[in-house]
């Protein structure tokens, strides 16, 4: 069954700090990995979107890996700010079929 | 930026009562699809439009539900009998083209169904 699992379920870092979240998925075939932040009540918005043959991309103090082989990918956030407090959630395209969601980590920030 | 646009933010219904989720696309995008969040819970698919016509739904995509795209621009989401599970976050999204453009969402319409 395809599935993505994301670890944690839940993270507070201080203002200024990095962190690292993390997605393991078993979605079979894979055609793309997909990093989207969702603010409290409002629709995910795309952060960065990987392929098979990327293995870091970035995006301002948002960097994402992904591993094919070993079927993970992790968000790193740098120099964390107040408004970097939301939902992370990690998507997986397989083939056609529709996009398979995780159920995020959610990151609060603190100062 | 071009935006996906729902309508209502908040709609509070009674139990068996219909509901109308609307949904304007982003303008030049040709692949429409409705998604859910059960508070707390991941986001799930309901169904994919392309062509006028459903593409792909999912188990949860059941009779109550339906989809219209009424004229050019607007994208609706029916559900007939509302039940007090249907209540969640709706999220419209768009693409240009299949599988590798990135989705844009809406911001969503949240449904209390009491």
């Known amino acids: 069954k395809n599935q993505v699992e994301q670890s944690p379920q839940s993270l507070i870092i201080l203002e200024g700090k990095n962190c690292t979240l993390q997605?393991?998925?078993?979605?079979?075939?894979?055609?793309?990995l997909r990093w989207y932040k969702q603010d409290t009540g409002r629709g995910p918005v795309s952060l960065t979107i990987?392929?098979?043959?990327?293995n870091t991309k970035s995006n301002g103090r948002y960097t994402a890996t992904l591993d094919a082989d070993t079927k993970q990918s992790s968000l790193h956030i740098t120099a964390s700010q107040l408004s970097d407090s939301a939902s992370y959630i990690c998507v997986v395209l397989s083939g056609n079929t529709p996009l398979v969601f995780g159920k995020g980590t959610r990151l609060s920030v603190i100062a | 930026e071009p935006e996906v646009t729902q309508t209502p933010s908040h709609q509070v219904t009674q139990m068996g009562q219909e509901v109308i989720l609307r949904c304007v696309p982003i303008?030049?995008?040709?692949?429409f699809y409705w998604y859910r969040q059960i508070l707390g819970q991941k986001v799930e698919f309901l169904v994919s439009?392309?062509?006028?016509?459903?593409?792909?739904k999912s188990e949860i995509f059941d009779d109550q539900f339906s989809v219209e795209r009424p004229d050019g621009s607007n994208f609706t989401l029916k559900i007939r009998s509302t039940k007090l599970e249907d209540s969640a976050m709706y999220f419209c999204?768009?693409?240009?083209?299949?599988?590798?453009?990135?989705?844009?969402f809406g911001a969503g319409s949240r449904l209390t169904v009491l």
């Open positions: 999204a768009s693409t240009g083209t299949y599988g590798a453009n990135v989705l844009t």
């Open positions: 990987m392929t098979f043959s990327e």
């Open positions: 997605c393991n998925y078993t979605v079979s075939p894979f055609s793309n």
């Open positions: 439009f392309y062509n006028n016509e459903i593409s792909e």
């Open positions: 303008s030049n995008h040709l692949y």
